[in-house]
């Protein structure tokens, strides 16, 4: 069979629809987005009934992610209009916006307040710009300085230094393209807390050796960050306050 269909499961009371997309692909891969649709992707020789068990199967997740996508839209922030008094999150904590004037341009930190100085106060296509180039930078940098504390553990492995991308992702924190040796990680992460970080990347790490999500996936993702499920706990639980 080829093309999509729409299946429904039912679990505890509670549907879950989801589009059933046909492809060359190995294993069974599960997507839900961000308006609450969910993709399964298997391969044409998988019976339909055996993907509803693995749906089945992922129903707490499906249906928590559903949840945790409705919540996210009830508390969605409104566009920021880059003026004084507006929160922004680094590293887990809300850090204030400051707009003066001035006739040097410059956006700078100290963890509490971001100061943002501009010549023209009201251009505000001016200011997103530059919140978004330090934005940018203090990913590029947190990101980079994590993936360099953890990258060691991997070196004796025979695995090499991966290349880090950064960009917006809409239902992943990260990915990693082993055979590329290429790890992106989502630009939202810089607004969770340090340790919460530190697992996505190694989580990613893992999948330069492991390019799955196998119990030999988990045992070593375990052997190397035992308290990996605590700080995805508080990465999913806290989210949606973050972002």
């Known amino acids: ?106 956006v700078v930190s100290d963890g509490i307040y971001i100061y943002l100085a501009v010549k023209d106060m009201e251009d505000t296509e001016k200011k997103r710009h530059m919140i978004e180039r330090f934005l940018d930078e203090q990913c590029k940098a947190v990101f980079g300085e994590i993936m360099h504390d953890l990258y060691p553990m991997f070196r004796k492995y025979g695995i090499e230094m991966p290349v880090l991308r950064i960009r917006d992702m809409e239902t992943r924190w990260g990915s990693c393209s082993a055979k590329k040796g290429i790890i992106t990680l989502n630009k939202r992460l ?35 960050m035992p308290d990996w499920k605590e700080r995805k706990a508080l990465l999913e639980k806290n989210a949606v306050y973050w972002l």
């Open 1 to 106: 069979m080829d093309g999509n269909v729409t299946r429904t499961v039912v679990s505890e009371g509670r549907e879950i629809t989801y589009c059933l997309e046909r492809k060359a692909v190995k294993n069974l891969n599960l997507r839900i987005r961000k308006d609450g649709h969910v993709f399964v992707s298997a391969n044409t020789s998988i019976p339909a009934k055996e993907i509803d068990v693995f749906v089945l199967s992922k129903a707490s997740y499906i249906l928590g992610a559903i949840d945790k996508f409705n919540e996210l839209s009830r508390y969605s922030p409104h566009p920021k209009c880059y003026v004084s008094g507006e929160t922004f999150y680094i590293l887990g904590r809300g850090v204030r916006l400051q707009v003066s004037q001035a006739k040097r341009e410059s």
């Open 190 to 224: 810089l607004e969770a807390p340090r340790n919460c970080i530190e697992y996505v990347v190694m989580h990613e790490l893992c999948h330069l050796m492991h390019d799955n999500h196998s119990k030999h996936f988990y045992s070593f993702l375990t052997m190397l």
